[in-house]
């Protein structure tokens, strides 16, 4: 398959969403619209090629997607979905890991508690590493997945009015789409409590790109969003259960909220949501949270087909 682009993607460590140019980022969103049919027919396009999943923290979407991309590309998988059951329980530390699952697979997907753990892990790997969530650091292929999501609903992603809602500061999922956003024409608005702000270097990074408004409250800015992507406050990266305790169920979208929306604004979960939106919001137009998980197949095909070098 070829799609003609002179942007080198063979090869390649997927770590920060900030290793990406809106070109680069642009070219992944066309190739995983080409992506739709073949997860339908499937293709032989990866045969032969192997993707290992180690994850070291619990994962649905992001694992399930990435091992069901390779299956629709012809690939096979190898993994673990649990440390406890590998030799990391007697003491293998990630680099020998790493270097141990290079000799069974092409590319590698790791999810990792620790920040830096990608980054830690693509310097000892002779395969491409694709970061799948390291800490409450970055998940970029998520922000990847998100986009393409934003650009099918919309038809475009410049010029939205885009909120990002619940715990900003130990979500990582909306660090990475925080950044990419920043690489368009839009107006963030970022909801969260004090405690959960956006993380500073974020908040630094992307002020100096695009215009930004910090709110504590919905209700106000609800009515000019065209995007709510709600997240989960992410309570086993408390330090504190009491802290956890004071914002928990914070932030709500229901029937009720939903009367002042425009009629044609989305809204958006990296999932799993544990109370932020209510389950009557999914008969809705405005849900997209599980076309989102589609999505995540599509755009996680189109990067493994560019990374192992499938689509030139
Ligand atoms: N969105 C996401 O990362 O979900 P999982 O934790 O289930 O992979």
């Keep these: 398959m070829c799609l003609v682009s002179k942007l080198k993607f063979k090869g390649r460590d997927i770590i920060s969403i900030r290793d990406f140019t809106r070109k680069e980022i642009d070219y992944i969103l066309k190739t995983a619209s080409t992506m739709e049919p073949i997860a339908k027919s499937g293709s032989n ?18 694992r399930l997607s990435f091992e069901a991309a390779m299956h629709k590309l012809g690939g096979s998988i190898v993994g673990f979905a649990e440390a406890e059951m590998t030799s990391v329980k007697k003491g293998e530390n990630l680099a020998d890991t790493i270097r141990v699952v290079e000799s069974y697979a092409d590319i590698i997907v790791l999810r990792h508690p620790l920040e830096g753990a990608g980054r830690l892990a693509a310097e000892f790997a002779g395969v491409p590493i694709l970061n799948g969530g390291s800490g409450a650091e970055e998940h970029p292929t998520q922000a990847l997945l ?102 928990k169920g914070i932030y709500n979208i229901n029937l009720e909220t939903l009367k002042n929306a425009k009629k044609d604004m989305t809204i958006l979960h990296p999932l799993p949501r544990v109370g932020e939106i209510a389950p009557e919001v999914d008969e809705t137009p405005h849900a997209k949270y599980f076309q989102q998980v589609w999505n995540g197949v599509v755009t996680r095909m189109a990067l493994l087909a560019l990374v192992l070098g499938a689509i030139k």
């Design 45 to 62: 396009m990866l045969q032969r090629k192997t993707l290992a999943t180690i994850f070291f923290e619990p994962s649905t979407r992001t």
């Design 146 to 247: 998100d986009l393409y999501t934003i650009l099918k609903e919309k038809r475009k992603i410049d010029g939205l009015n885009i909120a990002l809602i619940g715990d900003l500061r130990y979500g990582r999922t909306v660090h990475s789409l925080a950044y990419a956003l920043s690489l368009y024409e839009v107006k963030l608005h970022l909801v969260s409590p004090e405690s959960l702000q956006m993380r500073r270097e974020v908040l630094e990074t992307i002020k100096e790109k695009i215009e930004v408004v910090q709110k504590t409250e919905l209700e106000k800015i609800l009515p000019k969003m065209d995007i709510l992507y709600m997240t989960r406050i992410q309570k086993e990266r408390f330090p504190d259960p009491a802290e956890y305790a004071k914002v």
